[in-house]
């Protein structure tokens, strides 16, 4: 039977080129010289540290830009409120995520189910397995969870025929 997976990873090769990218501007850029701004990254987390909020928010948009650049969705770095850190710097963390929790992956069956198409989708860990007889069901189930904002990226893979 035709399946396909709904998954959200993200390519880390491409995550670290973006920051290597976006260290380099920063050193470039003439509205943050001197101002000590720097991106570090961390397994899930991505620190961002300058001056002022300002600042802080031209790094962000710098970071956004090369993640999207590089094929990595913005919504895959949720960003907190920056915080001062002493010494007149402020901190801003971004936890990148991946996979997709339980709620998602109900909240996705449920948008699927209610979509009205003949297909079958089930949860595994944190993949979802859509299943079904035909395949143009199978494209328009992509197509209706590509048009839904369920607040992360989703990648489909494993296609089987």
Same mark, same amino acid.
């Given at each position: 039977?035709?399946?396909?997976?709904?998954?959200? *990873?993200?390519?880390?090769?491409?995550?670290?080129?973006?920051? /290597?990218?976006? @260290?380099?501007?920063?050193?470039?850029?003439?509205?943050?010289?001197?101002?000590? =701004?720097?991106?570090?990254? *961390?397994?899930?987390? $991505?620190?961002?540290?300058?001056?002022?909020?300002?600042?802080?928010?031209?790094?962000?948009?710098?970071?956004?830009? &090369?993640?999207?650049?590089?094929? $990595?969705?913005? =919504?895959?770095? @949720?960003?907190? @409120?920056?915080?001062?850190?002493?010494?007149?710097?402020?901190? !801003? #963390?971004? +936890?990148? $995520?991946?996979?997709?929790? &339980?709620?998602?992956?109900?909240?996705? #069956?449920?948008?699927? +189910?209610?979509?009205?198409?003949? #297909?079958?989708?089930?949860?595994?860990?944190?993949?979802?397995?859509?299943?079904? &007889?035909?395949?143009?069901?199978? !494209?328009?189930?992509?197509?209706?969870?590509?048009?839904?904002?369920?607040?992360?990226?989703? !990648?489909? /893979?494993?296609?089987? !025929?």
């Amino acid at each position: 039977m035709p399946s396909f997976d709904i998954v959200s *990873e993200l390519n880390e090769q491409e995550i670290d080129n973006a920051i /290597n990218q976006a @260290k380099k501007e920063l050193l470039n850029r003439y509205d943050l010289k001197g101002s000590n =701004s720097e991106i570090l990254w *961390e397994k899930e987390t $991505i620190t961002l540290k300058s001056n002022d909020e300002m600042k802080i928010n031209a790094v962000r948009d710098i970071l956004q830009t &090369k993640l999207h650049k590089r094929g $990595i969705e913005i =919504s895959a770095v @949720k960003f907190e @409120k920056p915080e001062p850190i002493g010494g007149m710097m402020l901190k !801003q #963390v971004g +936890k990148i $995520i991946q996979g997709i929790d &339980k709620e998602k992956a109900k909240e996705i #069956v449920k948008s699927i +189910k209610d979509s009205k198409l003949k #297909v079958q989708a089930s949860i595994n860990d944190e993949t979802v397995r859509v299943q079904s &007889k035909s395949i143009d069901e199978l !494209q328009a189930t992509m197509a209706h969870c590509r048009a839904q904002k369920f607040g992360i990226p989703l !990648q489909f /893979n494993n296609m089987r !025929q």
